[in-house]
């Protein structure tokens, strides 16, 4: 015979232990922390602010420049499968030459520019010095 047990019996589980409240002085503490963090941190000045901040806007045209940059290589895969596509099945080249005619003045440097950037990016990326990039 087999023995069931109520799933409203939990006096077979362990206790988990417990903690006093303390959270207004884990509030406290917190913000006791964050100041001195803030007060560790070097300040900018004038000049300095605006160097980053222009450096910042450049950084996001790049990278803006480089997701457009992205997408069109994905348009250009799409185009080039649907030309092997039609290649294979229905045995007509058009659409496979029209892309074979606009690969090496058009496709390439797309390709080249998203490769300079990728390697761009990750070089010249997030500084872990800077608290700004967080």
Same mark, same amino acid.
């Given at each position: 015979m087999r023995q069931t047990t109520s799933l409203d019996d939990t006096s077979s589980l362990p206790s988990?232990? &417990?903690?006093?409240?303390?959270?207004?002085d884990d509030l406290s503490t917190l913000? +006791?922390? +964050?100041?001195?963090?803030?007060? $560790?941190?070097?300040? $900018? &000045? =004038?000049d300095e602010a605006v160097g980053d901040a222009i450096g910042q806007s450049i950084k996001g045209v790049i990278s803006n420049i480089i997701a457009a940059d992205f997408f069109l290589i994905l348009a250009f895969?799409?185009?080039f499968l649907a030309g092997v596509v039609s290649s294979t099945y229905f045995k007509n080249d058009a659409i496979q030459?029209?892309? *074979?005619?606009i690969f090496q003045p058009v496709v390439q440097p797309?390709?080249?520019i998203l490769m300079?950037?990728?390697?761009? =990016?990750? +070089?010249?990326?997030n500084n872990p010095?800077?608290?700004? *990039?967080?």
């Open positions: 988990l232990p &417990t903690f006093p409240s303390s959270a207004p913000l +006791a922390d +964050a100041e001195k963090f803030r007060s $560790k941190s070097p300040k $900018k &000045t =004038g895969l799409a185009w030459l029209a892309f *074979n005619g797309a390709l080249g300079i950037g990728s390697i761009a =990016g990750g +070089a010249f990326g010095d800077d608290a700004d *990039n967080e």
